[in-house]
């Protein structure tokens, strides 16, 4: 593992590719205590003049616990070969598994944030915003009856990129 720090707009491949298509692994916490699921909703742009990416959680994954009690978070896009891992960390919680373990994934740090060592690149973003996002402000009431319970909807982080790591 030889992870290099790059520009932001260096970034390789196509964003809205990786975030829709292949999925990414957001992850927040420490190096010994941190939590990760997979993201196919988000943005990423500038704000207020700062490279910024913009992510979804709802309240009921663990990974909010995380989201909620640090100042930094990772986007990670893993290196093909890797679909297994992606499809459990969007399906299983890491409240009832030990998903590092289950996904075969292997913990790595940069900047002392998590990711891993099968990353293509990481993002490391350091949070300038939250706030809830209540369904029924953004679906119609038949996607929302049949998608969301009353206390279970999207948090929406923004976080301003302070790094980005490819790995060689």
């Avoid at 988000?42 to 490279?51: D, I, R, V």
């Avoid at 009921?60 to 290196?79: C, G, I, P, Q, V």
């Avoid at 891992?85 to 292997?106: M, N, P, Q, V």
Wanted: aromatic share 12%.
């Amino acid at each position: 593992m030889s992870f290099r720090k790059i520009e932001p707009t260096e970034l390789p491949g196509n964003i809205i590719d990786e975030v829709c298509n292949k999925w990414m692994l957001l992850s927040a916490g420490t190096e010994s205590d941190f939590n990760f699921m997979t993201v196919n909703w988000g943005m990423m742009g500038e704000l207020w003049f700062k490279p910024a990416v913009t992510v979804y959680v709802r309240h009921s994954r663990h990974t909010m616990n995380y989201m909620e009690s640090s100042d930094t978070f990772t986007l990670t896009a893993l290196k093909p070969g890797h679909e297994d891992a992606l499809k459990l960390a969007g399906s299983k919680s890491g409240r009832d598994i030990d998903k590092l373990k289950e996904s075969g994934l292997t913990a790595a740090v940069v900047d002392g944030c998590p990711t891993f060592e099968e990353a293509a690149y990481t993002i490391v973003c350091k949070k300038m915003y939250a706030d809830e996002m209540p369904p029924e402000n953004f679906l119609d009431k038949e996607v929302f009856d049949k998608a969301y319970t009353d206390e279970d909807y999207h948090k929406m982080y923004i976080g301003q990129i302070v790094a980005a790591y490819v790995n060689d």
